[in-house]
């Protein structure tokens, strides 16, 4: 986290630290404060999320997340919206059991989100 946000030699700092991404002062200042305000993850398979993507690393934009849920908080994610709910692709992918490259490629030539999601497949 304070890798990406401040080493210009990391990997990741183009997408953080390049961006304006910042920790807070407090996590800054020790590691006890970010542990008494995160606490331990809950199982290895999760790591630090932000909420709002763009937001910094603090209290009220973090939480603990597993892969799959960061991957649809991602800036290319592409979201529709259908029948009043906002899913990722491979969120109706999983919800309608289309396959995630049919939806895409529906996404892609411009369907309407009821066309994408509502249309059988042939």
Request: glycine share 8%; net charge positive; aromatic share 10%.
């Amino acid at each position: 986290m304070r890798c990406r946000c401040y080493n210009e030699n990391d990997k990741g700092y183009k997408n953080y630290g390049a961006r304006g991404i910042k920790v807070c002062a407090r996590w800054l200042e020790s590691f006890e404060n970010f542990i008494a305000d995160m606490g331990h993850k809950p199982t290895p398979k999760h790591s630090i999320e932000r909420m709002n993507n763009n937001g910094d690393y603090c209290p009220e934009n973090c939480k603990w997340g597993t892969r799959k849920e960061q991957n649809s908080n991602r800036r290319n994610t592409r979201r529709l919206e259908y029948n009043g709910e906002n899913l990722t692709v491979a969120e109706w992918s999983e919800k309608t059991g289309m396959q995630y490259e049919t939806i895409l490629s529906r996404v892609k030539k411009g369907w309407s989100p009821s066309d994408i999601i509502g249309k059988p497949v042939r």
